[in-house]
């Protein structure tokens, strides 16, 4: 299976698993763009693509429907608003807030298991032949969560460092335009995960 085949079947079957989300929460709008949902990697909302991950962005899709204001801190904190739609639409937060995330990490319930396991099952089958058709394929591992917020600068930022160990907040998405080279030693700032991935 050739990586060029995979990221398509893979979106296909986000779509899938979304309108399968959308049958039971109609006012979920539709999902613009699945593969924007594909190496997207956000410390509030989940760094691994999961069934559950999907419907935690489908709370942001009904929240986004609703007017309801679900995050805070540049979409970081996930406040009880967002825990409400949450719990209505089948996950749970067993404990106290997080100190910087909120309520955002949340799991599915029994029954929301019970639900969605042929959609579980089916996005599980083809995010496993993604990983083994991309394995390796550091070129494509890491578009960033600036997808989903656009690539003005207006996405959520993670963490460039350069070789003195200084750090920035940046959207992944700006950083990819031109180097940001720090004032102290003079070497870019990069994204911690893409260095990993490149050795």
């Not at 509030?44 to 309801?68: D, I, N, P, Q, T």
């Not at 910087?100 to 298991?113: I, N, Y």
């Not at 920035?168 to 335009?177: G, Y």
């Amino acid at each position: 299976m050739s990586t060029t085949q995979t990221p398509p079947v893979l979106a296909a079957e986000l779509a899938q698993a979304w309108a399968d989300i959308q049958r039971y929460h109609p006012e979920l709008p539709d999902l613009a763009a699945p593969e924007s949902l594909i190496g997207e990697s956000s410390s509030a909302c989940g760094h691994e693509l999961s069934f559950e991950r999907l419907l935690h962005e489908a709370v942001h899709g009904v929240a986004a429907a609703r007017g309801v204001r679900d995050t805070s801190r540049a979409g970081r904190y996930h406040n009880r608003r967002f825990l409400a739609i949450a719990e209505e639409m089948g996950l749970n937060h067993p404990e106290e807030p997080h100190p910087s995330s909120g309520f955002s990490l949340v799991t599915l319930t029994p029954e929301a298991k019970r639900r969605y396991r042929p959609t579980t099952e089916r996005l599980q089958r083809a995010l496993k032949a993604h990983s083994a058709a991309t394995a390796g394929d550091t070129a494509r591992s890491f578009r960033g969560p600036a997808a989903r917020h656009g690539s003005s600068g207006g996405g959520v930022r993670v963490k460039a460092v350069c070789d003195c160990g200084r750090n920035v907040r940046v959207v992944p998405s700006v950083l990819a335009q031109a180097p940001i080279v720090c004032g102290g030693c003079g070497k870019p700032f990069q994204i911690p995960e893409v260095v990993a991935a490149a050795s």
